[in-house]
């Protein structure tokens, strides 16, 4: 979508993100599982499925503490972790996401330690409400980080990126109860599994149809190898999910594919954004239609 813009001497307008690759986009992805494994883990427990509640409860405490730590590597030392938490700014994504994310943590590692130990169970079973009551935001507020910087593939898809990341969560979730769950308890997790996959899918078309040219960013380059990748794991393991889940293999093969699949779509768009970042025409040229929009306009009334 370079057009006839030139930027001086092709620089980048935009300085580069500096988030780590892979801990930003696997935080993306463990973050979203988490959340997602979290509400399932209480639909379980009220519906009398205690495998699901167990394996769902294990996921999202597991995912929660891999977020973490990806997220304390990313800044460079604890310190500046505990650094977001010393303010709560509503206006911010990243103040609002710090404390999410560290009573989430909390919580889910409260319920998994209940649930292994056999312990204070309405303890853990009231902490699994509360992690599950911000398992929603979990699987959208990195969505929102994301779109609130100035980078162009990003803040473009602002309406779309959360509905993305909620869905592949959803799939996520439901693909590791596929995983640890046998076949007599894993029927709830094949279809959130499916539903969550499609979900993706769909969204993901959307949004790069919305974004015009600079759709381009999530079909081209490392960002499109990711994409593909991440849809033909993403299909298959809905598939897999939808017709097989009554055989063990077909149900774990089918998980492990989603999972998968969840995972590159995090991938594909942290690298659509560093791309995005990196040519200045992606900045300034939807600016430019932006502004010519607005003067016919005026002109026009």
């Known amino acids: 979508m370079t057009g006839d813009f030139r930027s001086y001497y092709g620089k980048p307008v935009l300085n580069r993100p500096t988030w780590k690759n892979p801990d930003v986009p696997a935080y993306l992805f463990s973050g979203g599982m988490a959340g997602a494994s979290a509400v399932i883990a209480e639909l379980a427990a009220a519906t009398g499925r205690p495998a699901l509640t167990r394996v769902a409860r294990l996921g999202a405490a597991g995912g929660a503490m891999a977020g973490a730590g990806l997220l304390v590597h990313d800044l460079g030392r604890p310190a500046r972790f505990l650094n977001m938490l010393r303010m709560f700014k509503v206006t911010s994504p990243l103040s609002v996401g710090s404390w999410i994310l560290a009573p989430f943590s909390g919580l889910t590692a409260l319920a998994a330690a209940s649930e292994l130990s056999g312990y204070a169970p309405a303890l853990g079973r ?176």
């Open 126 to 301: 009231a902490a699994g409400v509360g992690a599950a009551a911000l398992g929603g935001p979990m699987t959208t507020y990195t969505a929102v980080l994301i779109s609130n910087t100035a980078v162009p593939a990003w803040h473009e898809a602002h309406r779309d990126l959360p509905v993305v990341f909620a869905s592949s969560a959803v799939a996520a979730g439901g693909a590791l109860g596929l995983v640890g769950v046998g076949t007599d308890e894993n029927a709830p997790a094949a279809r959130l599994a499916v539903l969550g996959a499609a979900a993706e899918l769909a969204a993901s078309t959307a949004m790069e149809r919305r974004l015009g040219p600079l759709g381009t960013r999530y079909t081209t380059g490392r960002a499109g190898r990711w994409r593909q990748a991440a849809r033909l794991l993403t299909a298959t393991g809905a598939v897999g999910a939808l017709l097989g889940r009554r055989r063990r293999a077909v149900a774990v093969a089918s998980g492990l594919a989603v999972l998968a699949g969840s995972l590159a779509t995090r991938f594909a768009v942290f690298h659509a954004g560093l791309a995005s970042a990196a040519d200045p025409a992606d900045t300034v040229v939807p600016q430019r239609q932006r502004l010519g929009g607005r003067e016919q306009v005026e002109v026009g009334s």
